[in-house]
């Protein structure tokens, strides 16, 4: 459940940094590098490190499940690859509007509040959105699929044969009774064999 949402983290953090960057290459065009610089993108390095990192972690945990020996994958409900790329699509457009807030809040050079995100060609960010949106979903789909195809079958339990419950014999016999032979109408003693 966790290697889920590494990937998801991962993917959509990659897609956000992906949404971000084009929407300024778009509608900045050859200066897009200076607007950047100019409105306070410098921490976009350490994040775009921090997602670096997260996408190697969620492909390691992906080999990992597929190279795992002997445990059963997890199994998951698939949702409908519609309502994942909405869900991926809503989610890069919140990343992006609540970014841009922050960004014209906090840093000097970048408009502030609705001027943020909607200057510029910031209209671009919605069919941008819904893109990356579908590459994110397509790639959470395929990873759960090359998990299904490929990860080893959970071991079936080794099944053992019914025990059948055999009668036991008692612990403590109890002696039998000499006097049955001595007492009258007692059965014949064996004949004696040739003297």
Same mark, same amino acid.
């Given at each position: 459940m966790w290697g889920f949402r590494l990937r998801c983290f991962a993917l959509l953090g990659s897609g956000a940094i992906a949404l971000h960057e084009l929407r300024y290459l778009i509608g900045y065009g050859g200066d897009a590098g200076h607007a950047l610089a100019a409105q306070g993108h410098g921490y976009l390095d350490a994040v775009t490190a921090t997602v670096a990192l997260a996408l190697v972690a969620a492909l390691a945990v992906l080999i990992a499940a597929v190279v795992r020996v002997g445990a059963p994958a997890a199994a998951r409900t698939a949702r409908p690859w519609r /309502?994942?790329? +909405?869900? %991926?699509?809503? #989610? +890069?457009? =919140? /990343?992006? /509007? !609540?970014?841009? $807030?922050?960004?014209? %809040? +906090?840093?000097?050079?970048?408009? &502030?509040?609705? #001027?943020? /995100? !909607?200057?510029?060609?910031?209209?671009? !960010?919605?069919? $941008? =959105?819904? #893109?990356?949106? #579908?590459?994110? &979903?397509?790639? $959470?789909?395929?990873?759960? =699929?090359?998990? &299904?195809?490929? !990860? @080893?079958?959970?071991?079936?339990?080794? $099944?053992?044969? @019914?025990?059948?419950?055999? @009668?036991? %014999?008692?612990?403590?016999e109890p002696p039998r009774a000499v006097a049955l032979l001595a007492a009258p109408g007692a059965p014949r003693a064996p004949p004696l064999l040739g003297c």
């Open positions: /309502v994942r790329w +909405l869900a %991926a699509s809503g #989610a +890069l457009l =919140a /990343v992006f /509007v !609540a970014q841009e $807030l922050v960004e014209g %809040a +906090l840093s000097p050079g970048h408009p &502030a509040g609705v #001027a943020g /995100v !909607a200057s510029n060609g910031s209209w671009i !960010a919605v069919p $941008l =959105a819904l #893109a990356i949106g #579908a590459v994110v &979903a397509v790639l $959470l789909r395929g990873a759960e =699929a090359v998990i &299904a195809r490929f !990860a @080893p079958s959970p071991r079936r339990p080794r $099944l053992r044969p @019914p025990r059948i419950a055999l @009668p036991r %014999a008692p612990l403590h």
